[in-house]
């Protein structure tokens, strides 16, 4: 079975003496339960796995059983290697930030060898707890969507179909069948995410215009938009502000975010209007009446489905980091993505599909602003496929 590169981290931690929670963090389909059941399968001590999921309805006295549990193995072991507890989707229960942060206190004075795991599918709720009640007892590992290495090794995908199919392990299987493949990803990806880790856990005045947000992010990734002009693209007109506010919901789950203009003036940065980017290409390929070799032969439509991968690809491997993803634009000039780390500024154009003209932004944006270095993907520049190969390190050095 494949091993994200997480396991490694992960499984050194948990061989450790007992010292800090331990928080997988990420979106649906991003392989953490699969991760920690790998691991909980071949380290050398007990565990014990449980899901908030099953749980109807959700409350803290779930937590207290299985901690209660917990407990009772542990006083029945005799191998001295402690019991790993792992409770996953643990976002689901009403303050269960607080019910924790009393038990494995209570567990750090008796001296009891408890090692916990907490998963969730959205890193923002999940954090929100953790800030505010659990602050300096837990570590977060942020379990990212799958990168074209990892789909391709695991999965066979060719850089072609990462493009269109994206990186969702699960719906790997069904690629050959294009319309059960569609259904999976907006059945079981996104009406899941959106119903049940934002909706039921989330007070949303305008549900549907979270929905209808989503629908446009994904037919504009790539495209910069202001709230004004979103507004008039929706049925349901709520305000920019609650339309900012949704945005980072459903960047907190993975699915939509929205680059920023990047600017050395910090006010100009949160005034400026966002660059929607789909965090999965999946979800914008589920959405098209095309199919995978209808899309290659629309250069346009191809061109922008190349960018928006690009897009991903850097939006998640720049999470947990001190690197800062915006993109650039004045006038008529742009550029598709600038990574910012300290000083050090990065330029990364993408042509692919339509585009058959040299674009001018990149020098406009070299002549004002010290960039240590500008890169062009695709068309005449570092092949797609090789520049999904770097780690951001690699890029960014």
């Given at each position: 079975?494949?091993k ?17 929670i ?13 991760l920690?059941?790998?691991i909980?399968q071949?380290i050398?001590?007990?565990s ?6 099953a749980v ?22 005799t ?10 989707e ?8 607080e019910t924790?942060k009393r038990l494995?206190d ?21 954090r929100?707890?953790l800030?505010e009640?659990?602050?300096g ?5 942020r379990i ?5 290495i ?13 493009v269109?199919?994206g990186g ?6 069904l ?5 059960r493949w569609?259904?999976y990803i ?8 959106i119903?049940?880790?934002?909706l ?9 215009l979270?929905k ?7 037919e ?6 202001s ?15 609650t339309l900012?506010h ?7 789950a ?9 600017s050395?003036?910090?006010l100009?940065k949160?005034?400026s ?8 290409t ?8 095309e199919g ?6 629309n250069?346009?439509l191809?061109g922008?489905?190349?960018e928006?991968s ?9 999470r ?19 990574l910012?780390?300290?000083?050090e ?7 692919a ?8 932004g990149?020098?406009v ?9 500008s890169l ?7 092949p797609?496929e090789e520049?999904f ?7 960014m050095?």
């Amino acid at each position: 079975m494949y091993k994200r590169p997480h396991y490694n981290v992960l499984f050194t931690r948990l061989r450790e003496p007992r010292r800090f929670i331990q928080v997988l963090a990420g979106p649906r389909q991003s392989g953490k339960t699969t991760l920690i059941q790998q691991i909980t399968q071949e380290i050398d001590a007990p565990s014990q796995y449980a899901s908030a999921d099953a749980v109807i309805p959700a409350s803290k006295n779930w937590i207290e059983q299985q901690w209660g549990n917990a407990r009772l193995r542990l006083k029945s072991d005799t191998s001295g290697r402690g019991i790993i507890l792992v409770l996953d989707e643990i976002q689901k229960i009403d303050n269960w930030s607080e019910t924790v942060k009393r038990l494995w206190d209570e567990d750090t004075m008796a001296g009891r060898d408890i090692k916990l795991v907490l998963l969730g599918s959205a890193p923002l709720l999940i954090r929100r707890g953790l800030s505010e009640t659990l602050a300096g007892r837990f570590e977060t590992i942020r379990i990212p969507h799958w990168s074209y290495i990892e789909m391709r090794d695991a999965f066979g995908l060719s850089i072609e179909e990462y493009v269109y199919f994206g990186g969702y392990p699960g719906s790997a299987p069904l690629i050959k069948d294009e319309e059960r493949w569609k259904s999976y990803i907006k059945d079981s990806l996104v009406e899941t995410t959106i119903s049940r880790d934002i909706l039921m856990m989330t007070r949303i005045d305008k549900p549907a215009l979270l929905k209808d947000l989503f629908e446009i992010g994904c037919e504009y990734s790539g495209s910069i938009l202001s709230f004004n002009k979103m507004l008039g693209q929706l049925q349901d007109a709520g305000n920019t502000v609650t339309l900012s506010h949704y945005l980072e919901l459903l960047d907190s789950a993975g699915m939509l975010t929205g680059l920023r203009r990047f600017s050395t003036r910090q006010l100009s940065k949160r005034s400026s209007s966002p660059k929607l980017q789909v965090l999965n290409t999946a979800l914008i390929s589920a959405h098209l009446p095309e199919g995978f070799e209808q899309t290659r032969r629309n250069f346009e439509l191809w061109g922008r489905l190349v960018e928006s991968s690009v897009g991903a690809h850097l939006s998640n491997i720049t999470r947990g980091s001190e690197t800062r993803l915006h993109y650039w634009r004045d006038g008529k000039f742009e550029v598709d993505f600038v990574l910012v780390r300290g000083e050090e500024i990065v330029g990364i154009e993408v042509k692919a599909g339509g585009r058959k003209k040299p674009l001018p932004g990149m020098e406009v944006f070299t002549k004002n602003f010290p960039v240590k270095k500008s890169l062009l993907v695709g068309t005449g520049g570092i092949p797609l496929e090789e520049f999904f190969l770097y780690s951001l390190k690699e890029i960014m050095d």
